[in-house]
């Protein structure tokens, strides 16, 4: 019963849509205005899709170029962390860089939270471990704190507990760099000794004092100075933008471990 009932409502369905496209054809061949509203209407249906169709395109090429970029940025991030490494140790013959680059996109990320972090799609098949650091090409971005074997979790630099050793890249003067809690385009940057030479406009990049972060890494500009006593507190433009990343580097430090027994045979 039911079934008749369907193919009663198709045929219906059926009938009416071939009645309809009758009456347009009966119209538009006895009237030439009402065939060109007609072909005008078929017109912007067609550019309506063809539009539709070149957006579809050009997103679907957008990823790719973006993934194009990526892969080049981490060819030029390379190239240059073993020419910095080279021009470190010119009396080597065998130069292996300090720092080399995992390339991974977001597919999750949080910005509303004190605590943020951001999911990778990179895990330990691909070498990434707790503690590494994460950055893009605009700055520094979090630190791993949890991998499985084909993702890994990254506790964002908009998080409260935490802080970059940072550097006034034009004197060197450095101190601890930290979230402000408010604006994710914000961060304060502290124990800035008072007699120190600094200026709006400014760069701030990361000091590398640091097994997590190379030195160098443009982070932002001071866009305000204040005064905490015997020191200052400079306010950080950061040049990375968090509501939009896509596509970062993971860092292992090579000579990890090899840092970390120093540090704790002076911790003995």
């Known amino acids: 019963m039911q079934r008749s009932r369907l193919i009663s409502v198709i045929s219906t369905v059926l009938l009416f849509i071939a009645l309809e496209v009758l009456s347009i054809v009966m119209v538009s061949k006895n009237s030439i205005v009402q065939r060109y509203r007609i072909m005008g209407g078929v017109r912007n249906s067609q550019s309506a899709m063809w539009n539709t169709s070149r957006k579809v395109q050009y997103f679907i090429n957008y990823r790719v170029e973006n993934e194009r970029l990526a892969q080049e940025n981490l060819k030029l991030r390379e190239d240059l962390e073993r020419y910095r490494t080279i021009m470190d140790n010119r009396d080597s013959l065998i130069v292996e860089p300090l720092y080399s680059y995992i390339q991974a996109r977001v597919i999750k990320n949080s910005t509303n939270k004190q605590y943020n972090y951001i999911i990778l799609n990179k895990g330990a098949d691909k070498g990434i471990k707790p503690g590494m650091g994460v950055i893009t090409d605009k700055g520094i971005v979090g630190v791993v704190n949890a991998v499985e074997k084909h993702h890994c979790q990254v506790i964002s630099f908009l998080s409260a507990d935490q802080r970059v050793s940072a550097k006034l890249t034009k004197n060197g003067s450095f101190g601890p760099l930290s979230w402000n809690g408010h604006s994710v385009m914000n961060a304060v940057m502290s124990e800035i ?3 120190t030479e600094v200026a709006v406009g400014d760069t701030i990049s990361t000091s590398g004092f640091s097994t ?8 932002g500009r001071v866009a305000k100075i204040s005064e905490n006593g015997v020191a200052l507190d400079l306010t950080v433009a950061l040049f990375q933008n968090f509501s939009a990343l896509q596509y970062v580097y993971v ?9 970390k027994s120093l540090e704790e045979s002076n911790e003995e």
């Open 212 to 219: 997590i972060y190379p030195p160098d890494i443009p982070i």
């Open 251 to 259: 860092i292992t430090n090579n000579n990890i471990d090899e840092i």
């Open 193 to 195: 000794p008072a007699h």
